[in-house]
């Protein structure tokens, strides 16, 4: 893995802790300011949704991570292809159900890491 696609990734992973404390930590505050579509009345009635959601997102995170940690390029690689399809295909799931600005946010950091791997040689 070149050092591109690793700075692509570790910046996708920052992303994510970043979502992963948003909806399980501070939900019913700082999240607020970040997720002003959402009106204020909603956050305490979905304060356990959001923290489920965050758990999934650190699970992305978590398996990106990982991809770091494995020796085997060919694996490692194909461990980040795997978790950085699953964050693209989440966010556009999210830009299409929830907020178009999720594309751009989670989907497109994702895509330009995947297309990184293709610069490898």
Not at 22 to 29: R, S
Request: include cysteine; charge should be positive.
């Amino acid at each position: 893995m070149t050092i591109l696609s690793k700075i692509l990734i570790g910046f996708v992973v920052f992303i994510h802790l970043y979502i992963v404390w948003l909806e399980m930590f501070v939900w019913t505050t700082r999240a607020k300011k970040v997720f002003r579509s959402v009106p204020a009345d909603m956050f305490e009635k979905t304060k356990q949704m959001a923290g489920n959601q965050g758990l999934y997102n650190g699970f992305l995170a978590a398996g990106l991570l990982w991809s770091f940690l494995i020796q085997d390029t060919y694996w490692s690689i194909n461990v980040a292809a795997f978790f950085l399809c699953c964050v693209a295909i989440a966010g556009i799931y999210g830009a299409v159900t929830v907020q178009k600005t999720i594309f751009y946010v989670q989907s497109v950091p994702a895509l330009m890491a995947l297309a990184s791997f293709y610069f490898m040689k």
